[in-house]
């Protein structure tokens, strides 16, 4: 199958064969207003057997109640403490009960911090019903750390065509590089793929963009780059310093210049929420979503909703709080403030 096979294939929604894959795997569909609600859960940091993991567990239930999204993605730090496999099982089933479709993407603690590697926790996600995020067979299989690469694609409200595409990538952990500290990035092997696929679509849509979002755990640099700039745009809170990794492999360039991604999402910093404008493309914390087992310094924990429109690159963005309050409601591409419900 030559590339143009395969990207008028994606932009259909033919399902090609992957190993892992779930046969009831649902199909996301933007909602007959066009609309399409994604709630993000980042850091929730879950140790099975510690009272204090109750609040986190608690937040997922009060914001799928509260907000009843089309699909739930969470950007890592998700276990924290051994055993894994129950705690993966305490956060997946407010999901699963409601039957809400969801994705994972790992943190820098998502790995033998509970007695799994990373690659036992992707298997046992991949096992689970409403999941749609299948890690990439092939993908530099020996490392650990590319193992929530992924894009899930959002068909038009008629299910017809693939109308906007969610990019989920691994961060990693810490640096592999000798001489280079701190916390992993996204690879270039990643990114490779990321461009080829992001071609696909593109060519598949008579060389227009798709409208697409990503989603990973550790901020890129340029989150640093967007509040530290001259004149900078941003709001929400931001408590503390942008962890990046020291190195920049690029992952924010590409999706600049191939004109698809309009905003990216992360997790990391329990004390940030903020979202900036940056070269054309939001760049946005989400909402710290776990308990008392790790620091946590913003009143409440809560979660971040991006609301997309089909055929529009457009979307707002608000932080949902546990106690039912909405913030920070702002509109891209403007990055304009709209009044709060």
């Known amino acids: 199958m030559n590339l143009r096979s395969i990207a008028v294939s994606l932009l259909t929604g033919m399902i090609l064969s992957v190993p892992g894959y779930a046969q009831e795997r649902p199909v996301l569909k933007f909602r007959a207003d066009g609309t399409f609600k994604i ?8 140790q099975h057997l510690n ?28 276990i924290f403490a051994a055993p894994g496999e129950p705690g993966l099982q305490r956060v997946l089933e407010p999901l699963i009960s409601r039957k809400t479709p969801y994705a994972v993407t790992w943190g820098n603690h998502d790995n033998n911090d509970c007695e799994m590697t990373r690659r036992e926790m992707q298997d046992y996600v991949q ?3 409403f999941n749609l995020g299948f890690r990439v067979e092939g993908l530099n299989d020996e490392s650990t750390f590319n193992e929530s690469v992924f894009n899930i694609p959002v068909r038009d409200s008629r299910g017809e065509r693939v ?13 592999t590089v000798k001489g280079v500290k701190g916390y992993g990035w996204i690879t270039p ?18 060389g227009v963009p798709l409208p697409a979002l990503a989603f990973y755990h550790i901020p890129v640099p340029e989150y640093g780059e967007a509040t530290c700039a001259e004149e900078p745009r941003w709001v929400g809170h931001k408590l503390e310093r942008v962890a990046s990794p020291q190195l920049n492999t690029g992952f924010f360039a590409a999706t600049v210049i191939n004109g698809d991604v309009m905003g990216h999402f992360c997790g990391h ?15 946005a914390y989400g909402r710290f979503s776990g308990g008392n087992t790790v620091y946590n310094d913003l009143d409440y924990n809560g979660g971040r909703v991006i609301i997309l429109r089909q055929d529009a690159r457009e979307f707002e963005t608000y932080v949902r709080l546990r106690n039912g309050d909405l913030i920070e409601r702002v509109h891209y591409p403007e990055l304009v403030r709209k009044i709060e419900d």
Request: aromatic share 8%; with cysteine; charged share 20%.
């Open 51 to 78: 009272e204090a993991s109750q609040k986190a567990i608690q937040n997922i239930h009060t914001m799928l109640d509260l907000e009843k999204p089309d699909m739930v993605v969470i950007t890592g730090d998700v």
């Open 127 to 129: 096992k689970q019903p």
């Open 39 to 46: 709630l993000q859960l980042t850091d929730i940091h879950m």
């Open 163 to 175: 109308a906007s595409v969610l990019w989920c990538m691994d961060s990693g952990i810490g640096s």
């Open 269 to 283: 910093e329990h004390n940030n929420d903020f979202a900036a404008l940056w070269h054309g493309i939001l760049l």
């Open 189 to 206: 092997e990643q990114i490779e793929w990321y461009n080829r696929e992001s071609r696909a679509y593109t060519a598949a849509n008579n």
